[in-house]
C-alpha cells in the first residue's frame, strides 16, 4: 500500500487531473499575438483581494493554473506578458501570467493575475 507521503502523492496526482478535472481556457503567449491556443487546465480561483493606498485602492483577482508542461496542448514555457481567458469569459478579457510556482515534466502550475482600480482619486474612502 505505501507510505501516508506516496498515498498523499497518488491522491493529489488524481485531483489534479487535467482530464478529469479541467476547463477550457485560452493561452496567449506574448511571442504570438494575436493568437490564442484553446486548451485545458485545471483552475483555482481565489478571493479578490483590494489593496488600499494612500490614493487607489486596487482589486486583485488571482486565478491558478495546473495544465500540462507542452507546446500545443499546454503552456510549456509561460514568459512575462503570457496571458489566459477563461472560456465562459468575453474575448476581451485577459488574466496576466504572474508566476511559475511549480513545473514538473508533465504538469506546470501557473499563476495568472487581473487588477483593476477600485478606487482613484485624493481623499480615501470611508469604510
Not at 75 to 95: F, K, M, S, Y
Request: aromatic share 8%; proline share 6%; charged share 25%.
Amino acid at each position: 500500500m505505501g507510505n501516508f507521503a506516496e498515498m498523499l502523492e497518488a491522491d493529489v496526482g488524481h485531483l489534479l487531473s487535467v482530464d478529469e478535472f479541467g476547463e477550457s481556457i485560452w493561452y496567449y503567449p506574448v511571442d504570438s499575438p494575436g493568437t490564442g491556443l484553446q486548451i485545458t487546465a485545471v483552475v483555482h480561483r481565489h478571493n479578490r483581494q483590494e489593496e488600499p493606498g494612500s490614493y487607489r485602492t486596487l482589486d486583485t483577482e488571482k486565478l491558478t493554473v495546473t495544465c500540462r508542461n507542452t507546446t500545443g496542448t499546454g503552456i510549456a514555457n509561460p514568459q512575462t506578458g503570457d496571458a489566459i481567458r477563461l472560456a465562459t469569459e468575453p474575448v476581451n478579457t485577459r488574466w496576466a501570467f504572474a508566476e511559475c510556482p511549480n513545473a514538473d515534466p508533465n504538469l506546470r502550475v501557473l499563476t495568472f493575475i487581473r487588477t483593476s482600480t477600485a478606487r482613484a482619486g485624493e481623499r480615501p474612502r470611508v469604510r
